[in-house]
């Protein structure tokens, strides 16, 4: 080949690559185009930057949320006001430090804060670690756990003050607190305050009439006294506002330090296998479990027809009841739960 073919054919393969780059490049953009049309068909919602009220750890918006299935598993997320369970808690940190929770918290591992799997968010719970009586006020605002029989998980510095950080787990007694956590969703639903007219009145003033006066002689053989000074002179004071508004006070969080509460027994943990509506299947269920621990078969009353349950137990602690509900789901009952006797 001459000088001037060599030249044509260089030139002729740069504009090949620059054409494949151009190509490449269109493909590129066709394929971001295609993946965000796609997200608009399944209604897919875009990720949202963080709130400004995110870092307060109330999230950027108020949720209670659909059910959900997690490793086949439905979830039922609901306002529940009456809400009081006892189980195990755990706790999560540094994979999850500065990120968001499930309604746009900005999670962070050293303040107090926990997941739930079906409490709105954000609510305000009251956990009691049953080992030793520690209690806090702690808002939820995540969802979780999802690992098998804990029923919250919480921040670090929960777990800290609650005084199980080293231990990882605890019974715990988890109740919402109606008041703080109905404020709370309240203000959430109105941008971040109670909306005025909200408020609770105060009470009525009482009823007041009109009183006439006049003076009287001083008796015979006695004399008037002076007129009182100034310094004990009566200051009408002004009538109170009809309402306190309460937009203006301090929305309800998470306690900075624990209080202490009297566990009047020990939490009784045991692991329930399952229930039986025969009860020669419940004396199966004992005698192959029975090689584990002492098993309880408990007779159950429904609405419908008697249950026999079957309890292998108890446990010690929260790390006895880890490893006997293992032994349990290896011996045939993967449904198999912890549960804290009443």
Known sequence: MNESGTRYAKGLAKGGLALMAVLALAGCAELQFLSHAAKEVANEPAA???SSGAAAGN???????????????WYYPKVDYAYVEEGIASWYGPNFHGKQTANGAIFDMNKVSA?????????IVRITNLENGRSLRVKVNDRGPYAKNRIIDVSRRTAQLLGFERKGTALVRVEIIEDDSRQLALAMQNGGQVPAGSEPPLPSAAPTVAVSGAELAPPPGTAAAPPPGAAFQVQVASAPPATVPRAAQ???????????????????????????????????????????????????????????RIRVGPASDADAADLLLKQVIASGYPDARIVVAN
């Open 59 to 73: 999230g950027s918006h108020y949720k209670v949320g659909n059910p959900y299935q997690i490793k086949g598993i």
């Open 250 to 308: 301090a929305l309800p969080d998470s306690d900075a330090g624990i209080t202490a509460q009297t566990v009047v027994s020990p939490p009784v943990v045991y692991v329930q296998a399952g229930a039986f509506s025969q009860f020669v299947n419940a004396q199966r269920a004992q005698i192959l479990l029975s090689g584990i621990g002492e098993v309880k078969v408990e007779q159950v009353l429904t609405s419908s027809v008697p249950l026999f």
């Open 115 to 123: 997941a739930h799997r079906t409490l709105p968010l954000p609510s």
């Open 48 to 50: 949202t930057p963080p």
